[in-house]
């Protein structure tokens, strides 16, 4: 095995990035950067009536988004297939492998039978080459299969990464079918591998020494770990990681409500707090929960993997968004933030304005969604309520609002003015500061809470202001 750390993630392109897989992503880089190595990203397209360019698409921007970059790949495996159909024709040669002619038909009447004698549903080696065995004729018309000669004794054990010992006994595997036959190709063509072959074979090719997935991989192992002793080929680490549960307490995945990486991204998350969340579920430094990208990679040594379902908090990813959002610079919120105006069907400039509009508003908000929905009253006519307008907006404070217009209209217009005036009418009209900020307020932002008012009013144009004020 190779002496530099080599992981990988190898999503397959059926759908989109979901949160499990962008959390696998996640630990395998983190591993690998951790430890100076190298990241590989492989995506697994033999699913081919099934695979999409648009999932695989949704599948390289997720990973940029998230900022996991690698160090190889994209590697498509649809374009390797002459070489699994190569190592397939050595195992074939080597008795480690043997064609199989079974019908579906007749291999589904097999586990029938085996269901009604109460055993369990798998294949009987009915084309498996032993000494002194006498195979069927081989029928006329059928493209067969390509089987992995399992051994039929002994046990399978690894040293889980993340579970530790597992050991399952290879009587409960059967001959895996690790090469499809090549439509309409004749007896002999091979075609597409399954999952199980080609795997081993990325894995052994790419000299991956650590592989981060999902829990649902642990019954698969052991037929990989067989194929790769088959091929003489040197073990990886493997670490399968418990499952995302969603809000259900059922696990999260693409068929049970799970949204796409890249969703999130349009929900208005920084992807450091998508990084951030995503990292504690599973893994733990101490009582740390706020951490930098830099700091997971200093941190990330494999240890300190739960052995136990994470549970996905909606609330919880929030929180954290909220703290990386008012921490970041308002120069980078503007494009952002332009970015949902600009799937609202709005224009917004990105310039100092609408940073400092960001800046403002920023500490109130979860997600960049919601800091838009705030600033959206900059670029668009507000409706105040009624019940707003009839509580604040009430006959004795409509004189003073009208002086406050009239001032507006000659100060200049600069947050300190602004003040000023404010000041200058709430004593020529004996008012208290709630009373004509809130009519204010209510008039020109459409609502009657809003961070200091004449920082909120100095990034208005003195045209809207003046219109919005005269309006009522």
């Not at 696998?24 to 360019?53: K, N, P």
């Not at 080696?125 to 493209?143: E, F, I, M, N, S």
């Not at 549960?245 to 707090?273: C, F, H, I, M, W």
């Amino acid at each position: 095995m190779s002496s530099i750390v080599r992981t990988r993630i190898a999503p397959s392109p059926t759908g989109f990035l979901h949160l499990g897989t962008a959390r696998t992503a996640l630990y395998s880089w983190a591993y690998a950067r951790h430890f100076g190595g190298q990241f590989v990203l492989r995506i697994e397209d033999t699913d081919v009536a099934r695979s999409t360019q648009d999932s695989v698409d949704q599948i390289l921007a997720s990973m940029q988004w998230l900022g996991l970059d690698y160090d190889e790949g994209p590697i498509y495996q649809m374009q390797r297939l002459e070489r699994y159909q190569a190592v397939v024709q050595q195992m074939l040669a080597a008795g480690t492998a043997y064609r199989c002619y079974c019908t579906p038909e007749e291999l589904e009447a097999m586990k029938a039978a085996q269901e009604a004698r109460g055993e369990k549903r798998r294949y009987d080696g009915t084309w498996r080459p032993q000494p002194g065995k006498v195979l069927p004729p081989v029928p006329a018309g059928v493209d067969p299969v390509v089987r992995f000669c399992n051994p039929p004794d002994g046990d399978v054990s690894w040293e889980d990464l993340v579970k530790g010992r597992i050991t399952i006994s290879n009587r409960e595997i059967d001959d895996l079918i690790i090469m499809r036959p090549a439509a309409g190709g004749g007896p002999d063509a091979l075609g597409v591998p399954t999952y199980n072959f080609a795997v081993v074979v990325d894995d052994w090719d790419m000299a991956i020494t650590h592989v981060f997935r999902g829990d649902e991989h642990v019954n698969n192992t052991p037929w990989q770990i067989n194929i790769f002793n088959a091929l003489g080929a040197p073990l990886p680490l493997f670490g399968h990681l418990p499952v995302i549960l969603g809000d259900d307490g059922q696990k999260l995945s693409k068929r049970r409500g799970a949204v796409s990486v890249t969703a999130y991204e349009e929900n208005g998350y920084l992807p450091e707090a998508m990084v951030n969340y995503l990292a504690r579920l599973g893994w733990s430094h101490g009582d740390e929960e706020l951490f930098s990208r830099e700091q997971m990679v200093q941190w990330f040594d494999g240890e300190h993997l739960s052995k136990s379902p994470a549970q996905w908090d909606a609330a919880k990813l929030a929180w954290v968004n909220a703290h990386y959002l008012k921490n970041t610079d308002d120069a980078t919120l503007a494009p952002l933030v332009a970015a949902q105006f600009a799937r609202r069907g709005i224009a917004a400039a990105i310039d100092d304005v609408l940073a400092r509009r960001c800046g403002l508003f920023k500490d109130r908000c979860a997600t960049t969604v919601e800091l838009a929905d705030w600033l959206t009253m900059y670029f668009a006519d507000v409706t105040p309520s009624t019940d707003d307008l009839a509580a604040h907006v009430t006959d004795a404070v409509k004189p003073a609002v009208q002086t406050l217009r009239g001032k507006l209209e000659a100060a200049e217009w600069t947050r300190p003015a602004i003040a000023a005036a404010i000041k200058e009418t709430l004593a020529a009209h004996g008012l208290k500061m709630p009373q004509l900020a809130h009519a204010v307020r209510v008039l020109v932002c459409g609502r009657a809470q809003t961070p200091s008012l004449d920082a909120v009013l100095e990034l208005f144009s003195r045209q809207q202001v003046l219109e919005r004020l005269q309006s009522r």
